[in-house]
């Protein structure tokens, strides 16, 4: 049991290049996000799917896209990077049940835009 | 937008002291969780609280939520150089199976040092 698992842990573009990250989880969760984590600001949610090819926008969307064509996976794309986009990117997810509050975190993808 | 202020930014203090970090907002959350996060990992879930007034303790870690469920605070008593790390407080407003989906508000984070 993994748990939540993103790749790649580093990566360093170019303005303009774009990626993808890839957020993996094995417990079943229906809800998936997207944050970014920035010094002295916290983690802003970027997007949020709460099922299978659902997807929603959360608080910082410019700039990203994200995709949940599998339950377990939930993709973000940056299709041309800029430097504002240097950050450390988490994935989480989350039981859909009431009682279950906890959002599981990955370790994090520390992304650098020249 | 929920806004979430934490205080103090940073914290640096000597083993066996005690110290409190804040967490206001002006708006009413159904719950108030609080994270701990370490160099190079992600957040990990310490508490969650949910009625006003409520207190919960986890062994020298004290957490509050104020009785309008507008504020919360974590208190550390005789804090220990393994306590170092980014602590966040993180607001949740309506409930998961609704319209909130469970998404969260954070706080800009505290980073808490203790020097043996």
């Known amino acids: 049991n993994a748990g939540v698992t993103q790749t790649p842990k580093f990566r360093v573009l170019k303005t303009g290049q774009s990626m993808t990250l890839l957020c993996a989880q094995d417990m079943n969760h229906e809800y998936m996000y997207w944050y970014r984590q920035d010094p002295g600001m916290g983690l802003r949610l970027i997007h949020y799917s709460v099922g299978e090819g659902t997807t929603a926008k959360g608080e910082v969307p410019d700039g990203y896209n994200v995709s949940r064509l599998k339950k377990q996976n939930f993709l973000l794309g940056l299709e041309s990077a800029a430097p504002s986009q240097t950050s450390v990117y988490f994935c989480a997810s989350r039981s859909r049940g009431e009682g279950t509050d906890t959002q599981y975190f990955g370790p994090g993808t520390r992304l650098t835009v020249l | 937008t929920q806004l979430l202020e934490q205080s103090p930014q940073f914290l640096s203090i000597q083993e066996g002291e005690n110290l409190t970090v804040y967490c206001n907002s002006s708006?009413?959350?159904?719950?108030l969780q609080w994270y701990r996060q370490e160099p190079g990992e992600g957040p990990v879930l310490l508490v969650t609280v949910v009625t006003g007034g409520e207190v919960k303790k986890l062994k020298r870690l004290t957490f509050q939520f104020g009785d309008a469920r507008k504020d919360s605070s974590l208190h550390i008593t005789a804090a220990q150089p393994g306590d170092t790390g980014l602590y966040l407080c993180?607001?949740?407003?309506?409930?998961?199976?609704?319209?909130?989906?469970?998404?969260?508000?954070f706080g800009q984070g505290t980073i808490l040092t203790v020097h043996p």
């Open positions: 708006s009413v959350f159904s719950s």
């Open positions: 993180a607001g949740a407003w309506g409930h998961a199976g609704g319209t909130s989906y469970g998404k969260l508000t």
